[in-house]
């Protein structure tokens, strides 16, 4: 062979061994080499409620260093800017000399290291107390690593330890791994130090064990509680053996339940091995508040598999600098719903009657909600970021809640999985689908990285037949929802009662809601026929003063049905009035109903699996 062509080929394979996929591959793995980011926190004066961090790169090999701020926090699609809080960057090599800082942009900063090791110091503004921002008092901190935690650019999957110097006589609550002293954490990479919240303290601690996996509930409430710890331990621990068995396990080394009693409550935040939660600090006595509470601890802990485990592929590893679109939120959102209603079932904390109730209740509020079927389901998840947080007047007739539907809609799959199930000899469920999804985790990474044609794959193996049709109409379609048709083919009936069928002031409908301002005009309704529009203050009706479309819907129905009344009303800057002749509701409320006479004994054990009676 001529030597230039050998020349020539050598140049060629060069050019293919060093395609950029491998210099990419080569650079992750330098960096994925490098050790742990050293994170010191501190919060020396809490009364100023910042936190001061210390960030230290012992090895910076980069000429120029990026660090950055998360965008937004995972578990919650809304791009929140958490480089808004941060003050006062700072860096300096090891010795103590000054490094050129330059802010990037709205979230990130370079750093002139030189190729050398460096310090950054900066303070985090923690004034806002819910479970996806940072908040610190004189009394406890409530800390989202994503509003704290800066990441080194490219270097996610880098490791943390974490120093942790919380004012004196403050616990220190977290899943972290502790480190081999007191205060000092590790994590495996930025993802999970910043997926275990920080709640500083002095707390109520309980402990329990599941499956030997050790489980604890914090409490705080500065404020003052009637809260008893002791019952809300043995309703978590309720809750946790129910899905342990479902799931057959516990994915975690351990948990905590981390729960803040405040009048900013209700809330929670699912992390990996965590969830902190916040609930008013006086609801613990009344039966409806109660009930929320243990809602809010099955739903957060049923997505230790759902969204933490078991998730689409754009959930983890994240990209913190921009939106991670989903088309699958009314999966991971919704479906844990219908979980964790069920999860409570399993667990005790409420009866199969209740569990009927609680349908019947969220299908007949489903029922009126005009938007439920204008996008479908999977649009309306992707859009999350710029519509289910960002409410706007019109909402209420273009969208629905991919909680609210995406629970009906686990129902409704859980119910055809089961109908479809029986007639082709497999044992289909909703508990049967979670187990399949589950099984396709990796065994190193523990995670199950999913698309929705898993989610079909799994469906159809518990139905023993193909269940694509289901997620084309309801997911991806805007069929209505057959729940009504799916309990009477398990043999429930289903009762449609006119709503106010005992209430006669019930039975007069405006077709209008709100609060201050209009938000929603029924279609084809009294008020969209009296040229109402969404916006308008009603102040007046008939000449009698009114604050709130509430109270304006009160004297409507003070006039009954058929009655034409004169209101008064705000457009912008305008005095208006319009007609509205009111009507008979058209609403229903629905009933579910257990058969009276027996029926085909496959069904009543059909029933009786999914009311989970045969557990009693
Ligand atoms: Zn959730």
């Given at each position: 062979m001529p030597r230039r062509v050998r020349l020539l080929i050598l140049c060629i394979l060069t050019l293919i061994c060093w395609s950029p996929a491998t210099a990419e591959a080569a650079r992750v793995k330098r960096k994925a080499a490098l050790g742990p980011v050293g994170y010191q926190l501190s919060i020396p004066e809490p009364t100023t409620r910042y936190v001061h961090m210390r960030l230290e790169l012992a090895e910076a090999p980069e000429h120029q260093t990026t660090l950055a701020m998360p965008a937004w926090t995972p578990g919650s699609y809304l791009i929140r800017d958490f480089g808004k809080h941060v003050y006062d960057v700072e860096a300096h090599d090891l010795d103590g000399g000054a490094l050129s800082v330059a802010r990037r942009d709205k979230q990130s900063w370079t750093v002139e290291n030189g190729g050398r090791p460096f310090v950054v110091e900066y303070r985090v503004y923690a004034g806002e107390l819910s479970v996806r921002t940072s908040y610190v008092d004189d009394r406890f901190a409530l800390l989202n690593g994503a509003g704290i935690f800066m990441y080194v650019d490219g270097q996610t999957s880098r490791a943390a330890a974490l120093e942790l110097r919380p004012p004196a006589g403050w616990g220190v609550h977290t899943a972290l791994d502790p480190g081999a002293d007191a205060g000092r954490f590790t994590a495996p990479s930025y993802d999970e130090l910043i997926d275990s919240p920080l709640l500083l303290g002095e707390a109520e601690v309980r402990r329990f064990e599941v499956v030997g996996k050790p489980i604890e509930l914090v409490m705080v409430a500065p404020g003052g509680t009637n809260a008893r710890p002791d019952r809300v331990a043995a309703d978590a621990e309720r809750i946790v053996r129910a899905f342990a068995r479902t799931l057959n396990g516990l994915p975690f080394d351990r948990y905590s339940f981390l729960l803040i009693g405040d009048e900013a409550g209700g809330g929670g935040l699912e992390h990996h091995d965590s969830t902190a939660m916040i609930v008013?600090?006086?609801?613990?006595?009344?039966d409806r508040g109660y009930a929320g509470l243990q809602r809010l601890m099955a739903h957060e802990f049923f997505h230790v598999w759902n969204v933490?485990?078991?998730?689409?592929?754009?959930?983890?590893?994240?990209?913190?600098?921009k939106e991670s679109y989903s088309e699958l939120l009314w999966f991971h959102e919704g479906l844990t719903e219908t979980m964790e209603t069920r999860g409570l079932l399993r667990a005790g904390l409420i009866s199969a009657d209740e569990y009927l109730g609680t349908l019947a209740a969220a299908w007949t509020s489903y029922r009126r909600k005009p938007g439920r079927n204008h996008t479908p389901i999977a649009e309306l998840s992707r859009e999350a970021w710029i519509k289910a947080y960002k409410p706007e007047a019109n909402h209420g007739e273009t969208t629905v809640s991919y909680y609210e539907k995406g629970n009906l809609i686990g129902v409704c799959l859980d119910l055809t999985l089961r109908l479809r199930g029986r007639a082709n000899r497999t044992d289909g469920s909703l508990e049967g689908l979670f187990r399949r999804l589950w099984a396709l985790r990796d065994p190193s990474s523990g995670h199950a990285s999913i698309d929705v044609d898993d989610i079909i794959a799994a469906a159809s193996a518990e139905a023993g037949e193909d269940m694509r049709w289901f997620f084309e109409r309801y997911v991806y379609g805007t069929e209505e929802l057959p729940l009504p048709e799916l309990l009477e083919q398990a043999g429930f009936e289903v009762v449609a009662a006119r709503i106010g069928e005992h209430d006669a002031r019930a039975r007069v409908w405006s077709g209008i809601g709100g609060g201050a301002a209009i938000s929603l005009i029924e279609p084809d309704s009294p008020a969209s026929a009296a040229g109402l529009m969404l916006g308008d203050e009603l102040i007046a009706v008939d000449g009698a003063r009114v604050d709130s479309v509430g109270e304006a819907n009160e004297r409507l129905a003070d006039l009954g049905i058929g009655a034409t009344a004169t209101l008064t009303l705000f457009r912008r800057d305008r005095l208006e009035t319009r007609e509205l002749t009111t009507a008979q509701n058209p609403h229903q409320r629905f009933t579910v109903l257990r058969p009276e006479q027996p029926d085909n004994p496959e069904l009543a054990r059909l029933r009786q699996l999914w009311l989970l009676e045969h557990l009693i």
């Open positions: 008013k600090p006086w609801s613990f006595t009344d933490k485990r078991i998730h689409d592929q754009v959930l983890g590893p994240f990209d913190y600098h």
